[in-house]
């Protein structure tokens, strides 16, 4: 996640959410904050590198941990792309000379060497570009406020509520497009075998992220939705440029607010976004191939630099070819990506929450049925309502994908590799002193 995550999607969530983008954020952080309380649970019983995959593979069964680690693949393996894409067009936007697949190649080389030194360094990068990121915003919401204050906007309830353009399916659906925003905070998860704070302080840092992440989701779309020139214009005709965000800083604050917000959406999708990206989706790689259910070289570790570096290279390389293929061979590229990155997410959300009552209640009978039953039921049937209302084409994506994973397994147990997960160190041996998770 980034602070200013929603200035390049915000066109299409106002869109979708039919002038209620603070209302699509909302109940998406209301979403996956309880998603946050299970990964909690399930990363204090398994504190493993893999995260969800590992979560279901320990917690259900190795099958379940196979398709599990298959649907949150299809999120990992193409958010570095989307970012990559995203940062690389509107580079070249901003200048002309250098093209599209130059970006790309500027952005992939950084992020991949920085990667390739170690999580220390990764770490102390992102840190910058968050301070960054956080300065550029607190100019957009001060310019913004002032000029509502000067009555250039309308600050206005409508944004939160509207009763006449309200609906359960279209709060599903622009819930659904919000969501990418958020997609992040899970990644957390991968790096607890590299924490000096262990699951405890993973666990925390997922639930405080993504809580003040969602808060100045929620601060930016609301300031931006009293900016929008045609807001009936924006709901009919949608936001085909991908500048919707940048018009409204346009009229809050003139050429400069449009080209500040602009180039800092760029390099934060391009550096900052796509570097913890990389670093997660190579933490997956690790894991299964670690467990066998993928290739054995993407376990390969630095000695040196304590990092899986095959798998950051292979992730590099993927989302090279990626790019290119979803900007030159197709005009639907930034479409099919988000929408099959955002559904192979949220299923595997809602298998984590399954887990959570599995290992907990089932295996362990737990007596916190707050924690391990209700908490965990309400975070699964909101992300199924949500599922239920995205998009066909993400729906039809979706669950092909999860069909391919099925043929998959298949195969391993055809060919006698059939998945499973050995003992490790780090594992729970013992049933833990039941732990509450407020969402």
């Known amino acids: ?141 001060a310019v913004g406020i002032y000029a509502i204050s000067q009555g250039k906007g309308h600050l206005s309830f409508k944004a939160v509520f509207d009763s006449s353009a309200f609906s359960w ?89 449009y080209q500040t917000t602009s180039i800092a959406t760029a390099i934060a999708w391009g550096l900052a976004d796509t570097l913890v990206a990389q670093v997660a989706v190579s933490r997956l790689l690790y894991a299964m191939g670690r467990d066998k259910q993928l290739p054995s070289f993407l376990a390969k570790v630095s000695p040196r630099r304590a990092v899986p570096t095959n798998a950051i290279l292979l992730v590099a390389a993927l989302s090279i070819g990626l790019v290119l293929y979803m900007n030159y061979g197709r005009t639907d590229g930034l479409t099919i990506m988000s929408s099959m990155i955002n559904m192979g997410a949220m299923v595997a959300f809602v298998i984590l929450h399954v887990t959570v009552i599995w290992h907990y209640v089932v295996k362990k009978r737990s007596g916190n049925l707050w924690a391990h039953l209700v908490a965990p039921l309400i975070g699964a049937a909101i992300l199924i309502f949500v599922i239920i209302n995205a998009k066909i084409l993400a729906q039809i994506v979706g669950f092909v994908w999860l069909g391919v994973g099925v043929l998959v397994l298949i195969g391993l147990y055809a060919v006698g590799n059939k998945p499973k997960f050995e003992p490790h160190p780090l594992e729970q041996t013992s049933t833990p002193a039941p732990e509450g998770a407020s969402a």
Do not use: C
């Open 169 to 257: 399916s279209v709060v599903g659906a622009a819930v659904s497009v919000a969501v990418l925003s958020f997609l992040g905070f899970d990644g957390i998860a991968m790096l607890v075998e590299e924490s000096k704070g262990g699951a405890t302080d993973v666990a925390k840092a997922m639930r405080w992220a993504l809580g003040l992440a969602g808060l100045l989701f929620i601060a930016q779309v609301w300031v931006a939705a009293a900016l929008v020139p045609d807001a009936a214009g924006l709901i009919a005709n949608g936001d085909t440029a991908g500048t919707a965000f940048y018009d409204t800083a346009q009229v809050a604050g003139g050429h400069w607010l």
């Open 1 to 141: 996640m980034v602070p200013i995550a929603p200035f390049a999607i915000f066109g299409q969530v106002f869109q979708v959410s039919n002038g209620m983008p603070v209302l699509a954020y909302a109940v998406g952080l209301v979403a996956l904050l309880f998603t946050a309380a299970s990964y909690a649970q399930m990363v204090r019983a398994y504190p493993l590198s893999g995260s969800v995959y590992s979560y279901a593979g320990r917690g259900i069964g190795a099958p379940f941990g196979f398709i599990t680690g298959w649907a949150i693949l299809l999120d990992y393996l193409l958010v570095p792309g989307l970012l990559y894409l995203v940062a690389s067009l509107a580079m070249n936007a901003t200048v002309t000379s250098i093209p599209v697949w130059g970006w790309l190649l500027i952005f992939v080389g950084a992020n991949t060497i920085i990667n390739l030194r170690g999580i220390k360094l990764t770490a102390n990068f992102t840190k910058l570009m968050i301070i960054g990121e956080l300065i550029i915003l607190a100019i957009y919401l």
